[in-house]
């Protein structure tokens, strides 16, 4: 593997740019290191088409966010039939809509959070009303959009008011959203690598919830705790949990899935299928503690890479 050469795709157009192009970074150096040869493609510069095939063995995916994780990259590269890794084109594009998800979830009893959703066209007062009571859905209540990352458009809201105009904000720039029951607890992330269950981190973030400054500024002095404070029950428990929603969703090398724990349940928010891959990304950070070193991490996705998801 070692003579092999290797595309990074970093960047991209989304909301998470910055992130996607500190997870590139990160995981080109780590690649140099390894022995590996490494080019960078970036989309926002330049189209898919001009990635030449001849000079390129392996895709590593570092794209965050739309265009990147929802299966539109996933989709060039099989065209290409380039091996690439991480999820393919169904599973990214599943686990990237929030909606589609929590069917999915649903289906296979795993636990998540009540909710509905509104288009912006039907949008109105009387009907946030009607909808919060015909699904029984308390404050405070979460509004977000359906196929974001890094807690992108998340607005938590106390009352109707507030729900109300956070709504209208996020309707200028998305055309449907959705609508959850609050889950408080402890805010546990789970780790799966090809498979396999990596181990659980807690996160006690400082600022009102785990949101993108708390996720990737330093300043923001979240508190991770690895491993996660639980029984050795709950733990295994939750492992088992990430370990069958990676399965369902047929996801590919790494996925990060993010729980909730109240009242002795855990309820699954969402599983990512590009998690970070920066300095202060969880993920990195779980394989640490389990004896794996960034290097290693960043191979074990590489060895995953496939065609034909």
């Known amino acids: 593997m070692k003579n092999k050469k290797v595309l990074v795709v970093l960047g991209g157009t989304s909301g998470e740019r910055k992130v996607s192009l500190d997870s590139g970074r990160a995981c080109i150096k780590a690649l140099k290191k390894i022995g590996y040869k490494v080019s960078i493609f970036d989309p926002k510069k330049h189209s898919y088409n001009l990635i030449d095939k001849k000079k390129t063995d392996l895709i ?6 739309k265009d990147g994780e929802d299966g539109i990259a ?31 979830f649903k289906k296979n ?21 009607l909808c919060i009571k015909k699904n029984n859905i308390k404050f405070p209540i979460v509004v977000k959009p359906i196929n974001e990352g890094s807690s992108i458009g998340v607005k938590i809201c106390k009352n109707i008011k507030d ?11 998305y055309d449907k959203l959705i609508f959850e029951t609050y889950v408080g607890g402890q805010e546990i992330q789970v780790a799966v690598i090809n498979g396999v269950p990596l181990g659980a981190i807690e996160l006690k973030p400082k600022r009102k919830f785990y949101d993108y400054k708390a996720k990737y500024s330093k300043s923001a002095k979240t508190e991770h705790i690895m491993p996660a404070n639980l029984t050795k029950t709950e733990y295994r428990k939750v492992l088992k949990i990430a370990k ?47 004896g794996i070193s960034f290097e290693n991490l960043v191979n074990k996705i590489l060895l995953n890479a496939g065609i034909n998801k």
């Open 109 to 129: 009893k795993i636990k998540s959070p009540k909710y509905f959703v509104l288009e912006k066209e039907v949008f109105s007062k009387n009907l946030l009303k």
């Open 60 to 65: 590593f995916n570092a794209l965050h966010g």
């Open 163 to 173: 729900l109300y105009y956070s709504t209208k904000y996020l309707f200028k720039k």
């Open 74 to 104: 996933q989709s060039y590269f099989e065209y290409l039939r380039i091996p690439y890794t991480h999820s393919g084109v169904i599973s990214s594009y599943n686990a990237m809509n929030k909606i589609i998800s929590k069917k999915i």
């Open 244 to 290: 069958k929603a990676h399965n369902t969703l047929k996801c590919k090398g790494i996925t990060r899935s993010d729980f909730k724990y109240y009242k002795k349940q855990f309820f699954l928010l969402e599983i990512n299928t590009q998690p970070g891959m920066t300095n202060l990304s969880l993920v990195p950070e779980i394989a640490r503690y389990r």
